[in-house]
């Protein structure tokens, strides 16, 4: 034989061999095994394995979790907490002190008015504080003259009557001036207009050398100052659903700017009017803020109800995911694995997830789905 011909056969042997190792593996009881294969079969869902024992199973447990209802909302200020803030002198703004969207504290200024309502007050109480002294005077003298006898008892009366009067008239001129915010010791033509509450300024209707108060501008508000250590989020339930909602129902708020925080509010108010559009109620649910939330957030809120529903719990291991699905294996008998849509849950401790549909507790999926798949493709 020559050297060409001993070359040749050398390599034949040797592919032989090579193909006759392909697919073992070393089994260290009794030598070399058949390693386990997998084989499609014409069911695209069924999967054929030579050894099942290979791909062991986990039995799927339960858990007890209430019915759950999604509907998506808003942030918005809790009307309750919304202040104005009122100017009732009227006048022209010569000094702003804050700002739309300015955090501000109770009792803070915010801007100063000079306005010709508060010398009128301001004259009417000098007036008042006169004649109410003219009347003190006036009753003086009837009594000392109904004591000896000058003047008649009617005419006493009338005295009185007129200092009684004078009195009224002094009060009010001294509320009025109160009411404007003037210090009658130090009066001025210029008021100045707080902070009624603490919380952050959501509207502002004046800016300098503007107009302020009712007489000039047709509205009294200044500033509306929103208190926003609660919100509240509106949504929208659909007909449908509105029985699987009541009052005081918990509901867990995700933010869609902030996906993995969850809030927790309850529902404060299931409106009675449907719109007649889209048949859906406005739902309002009370939320805490501990300073996240913004007005005009979109949410997503998630309902609890008190029932609870039986599903299943598998690892996380036994589901594969796929084109935006998930799926997992099944004994299906005769050395074969049936491939089931499941629709995941929540993610559990322990590495587990719920299994909302597509099995049921108790049943048997393959616990490493990946291992089953990788070795599929690899056929």
């Given at each position: 034989?020559?050297?060409?011909?001993?070359?040749?056969?050398?390599?034949?042997?040797?592919?032989?061999?090579?193909?006759?190792?392909?697919?073992?593996?070393?089994?260290?009881?009794?030598?070399?095994?058949?390693?386990?294969?997998?084989?499609?079969?014409?069911?695209?869902?069924?999967?054929?394995?030579?050894?099942?024992?290979?791909?062991?199973?986990?039995?799927?447990g339960r858990v007890d979790t209430p019915t759950k209802l999604d509907v998506t909302g808003s942030?918005?200020?809790?009307?309750?907490?919304?202040?104005?803030?009122?100017?009732?002198?009227?006048?022209?703004?010569?000094?702003?002190?804050?700002?739309?969207?300015?955090?501000?504290?109770?009792?803070?200024?915010?801007?100063?008015?000079?306005?010709?309502?508060?010398?009128?007050?301001?004259?009417?109480?000098?007036?008042?504080?006169?004649?109410?002294?003219?009347?003190?005077?006036?009753?003086?003298?009837?009594?000392?003259?109904?004591?000896?006898?000058?003047?008649?008892?009617?005419?006493?009366?009338?005295?009185?009557?007129?200092?009684?009067?004078?009195?009224?008239?002094?009060?009010?001129?001294?509320?009025?001036?109160?009411?404007?915010?003037?210090?009658?010791?130090?009066?001025?033509?210029?008021?100045?207009?707080?902070?009624?509450?603490?919380?952050?300024?959501?509207?502002?209707?004046?800016?300098?050398?503007?107009?302020?108060?009712?007489?000039?501008?047709?509205s009294s508000t200044a500033f509306t100052i929103a208190d926003l250590s609660v919100v509240w989020?509106?949504?929208?339930?659909?007909?449908?659903?509105?029985?699987?909602?009541?009052?005081?129902?918990?509901?867990?708020?995700?933010?869609?700017?902030?996906?993995?925080?969850?809030?927790?509010?309850?529902?404060?108010?299931?409106?009675?009017?449907?719109?007649?559009?889209?048949?859906?109620?406005?739902?309002?649910?009370?939320?805490?803020?501990?300073?996240?939330?913004?007005?005009g957030m979109y949410v997503t809120a998630t309902l609890l109800s008190r029932d609870t529903v039986?599903?299943?719990?598998?690892?996380?291991?036994?589901?594969?995911?796929?084109?935006?699905?998930?799926?997992?294996?099944?004994?299906?008998?005769?050395?074969?694995?049936?491939?089931?849509?499941?629709?995941?849950?929540?993610?559990?401790?322990?590495?587990?997830?719920?299994?909302?549909?597509?099995?049921?507790?108790?049943?048997?999926?393959?616990?490493?789905?990946?291992?089953?798949?990788?070795?599929?493709?690899?056929?």
């Open positions: 034989m020559t050297n060409s011909s001993q070359w040749t056969a050398a390599c034949f042997l040797t592919g032989c061999l090579a193909l006759m190792g392909c697919g073992k593996k070393f089994d260290p009881a009794g030598g070399e095994a058949q390693q386990a294969q997998v084989t499609q079969t014409g069911n695209a869902g069924l999967i054929s394995v030579q050894d099942p024992k290979q791909f062991p199973l986990v039995t799927a942030v918005f200020p809790d009307i309750d907490r919304e202040v104005p803030v009122i100017s009732l002198a009227s006048g022209r703004v010569v000094d702003i002190r804050a700002r739309l969207d300015d955090n501000v504290k109770k009792g803070q200024l915010l801007l100063k008015v000079q306005s010709p309502d508060i010398t009128n007050a301001f004259d009417t109480y000098l007036k008042a504080v006169n004649d109410e002294q003219l009347a003190n005077k006036a009753l003086l003298r009837a009594k000392d003259l109904f004591a000896h006898g000058a003047i008649s008892q009617s005419m006493l009366e009338q005295a009185q009557d007129t200092e009684d009067d004078a009195k009224a008239d002094l009060a009010a001129a001294d509320q009025q001036l109160a009411t404007l915010g003037v210090d009658k010791s130090h009066p001025s033509s210029v008021v100045n207009v707080y902070a009624p509450i603490s919380g952050v300024i959501v509207a502002q209707n004046v800016t300098n050398a503007a107009a302020a108060g009712v007489t000039y501008t047709g989020v509106i949504c929208d339930v659909y007909e449908n659903d509105l029985p699987q909602v009541r009052l005081g129902q918990e509901a867990q708020i995700r933010l869609n700017a902030l996906p993995g925080k969850v809030f927790t509010g309850r529902i404060s108010d299931i409106g009675p009017v449907l719109d007649p559009t889209i048949r859906t109620a406005k739902l309002r649910i009370e939320v805490p803020n501990p300073g996240t939330f913004r007005l039986a599903h299943a719990v598998v690892p996380a291991t036994a589901i594969l995911h796929l084109h935006d699905r998930d799926w997992v294996f099944e004994p299906a008998g005769n050395n074969q694995f049936k491939r089931v849509e499941v629709a995941a849950g929540d993610t559990l401790p322990g590495d587990m997830q719920e299994i909302l549909s597509g099995i049921a507790p108790g049943q048997h999926v393959v616990k490493q789905v990946l291992e089953l798949e990788a070795t599929a493709e690899a056929q």
